[in-house]
């Protein structure tokens, strides 16, 4: 058996029970939305490390295309607590993320938040955390392996149902409400659909020295976490992520042939940014590998709804290359060098 004929091994059954506790919690975090949405609030602030941060880039992208009420910013914890933003008041929200609810960054940037007038509010898996126990309202989800999508599913529906009771041109709630629930099968359909092909990129994959993932819009949060948090974090392979927008100012002139580029196109407003560097890359790279969200089914979400989840529905199906990429390269993606082993 070569490398390439090895595949790896998935259970949709277990996968889908990762997500019971996000599940049994999506009515109250709509409910939770709704109530802060009738509040006085017109500030949103996004506060996470590494993928929490980059997950509520997403929220942020919808939030802002169509609120006129409503401001939203994104800080990292550090960051936020060192900026200091002015602008925090009595009708500021202030949304923190981290599955463990144990950052130190994230739980010293929610004991600032304290400090100031805003309402704080956290998505984590237990309100026993540090995190839960310092925010004003902590929506959790539960023990699980799959915290990532778990924190996705809830934060959306909270910001919908917020959006849905404060901003007048929202066009996504009742979508929502009938699809979310079935994003879990959704995030399997798209793993079972990659299983076979995972291995076969994989083995072309794991001796490279250098990998481009470009994402436009909210496309560029899976291809940070992709680059970040799988590769470089779990895999220790030198990744980075750009923004498809950024591609033609600069970064595209170290395009060789022989350069590996992982290209994630969405769908919705910026898919076009996307195209035009898979136009690029077909005339001037022969090493260019494409996900489109477009291939695939996404069953039970409304198909005005595929725009939001699509970030989603790709990083599921990467989750099987970056799992092959282990394999092959006999490096667990539980292995760490310096995270929680050295001071930093």
Known sequence: MTESDKTIEFNKTNFIKQFSGSL??????????????????????????????????????????YATHTTFHRYFPAEFILHNPQSINEHSLIVFGSHSGTTKETVDAAAFAKTTPAKTLAFTQSVDSPLGKIVDIAITYGETKEGYFSAFMLTLAFLSAFLSKKEPDWPYHEALVQSLPHLPAALADAKKQTLQTAM????????????????????????????????????????????????????????????????????????????????????????????????????????????????????AALTNLVESIAILRKHPMSTRRYMGKVEY
């Open 200 to 315: 076969e990129q994989a083995a072309l994959m794991k001796d490279i020295q250098q990998l481009y993932v470009l994402g436009a819009g909210p496309m560029y949060t899976t291809a940070y976490v992709f680059a970040s948090c799988f590769l470089m974090e779990m895999q220790w392979l030198h990744a980075y992520a750009l923004q498809a927008a950024e591609f033609f100012h600069g970064p595209f002139e170290v395009v060789e042939p022989s350069t590996p580029i992982l290209l994630l196109i969405g769908e919705g407003p910026t898919r076009p940014i996307a195209e035009r560097v898979k136009r690029f890359t077909k005339q001037f790279s022969e090493n260019t590998l494409i996900y489109d969200a477009k291939e695939f089914n996404m069953p039970g979400i409304l198909p005005e709804i595929r725009p939001l989840v699509a970030p989603m529905i790709v990083d």
């Open 24 to 65: 049994s919690q999506m009515d109250s975090a709509f409910e939770m939305g709704s109530n802060i949405g009738g509040e006085n609030i017109d500030q949103v602030y996004f506060i996470g490390c590494g993928a929490p941060h980059h997950l509520f880039l997403v929220l942020e992208y919808w939030g802002a295309k």
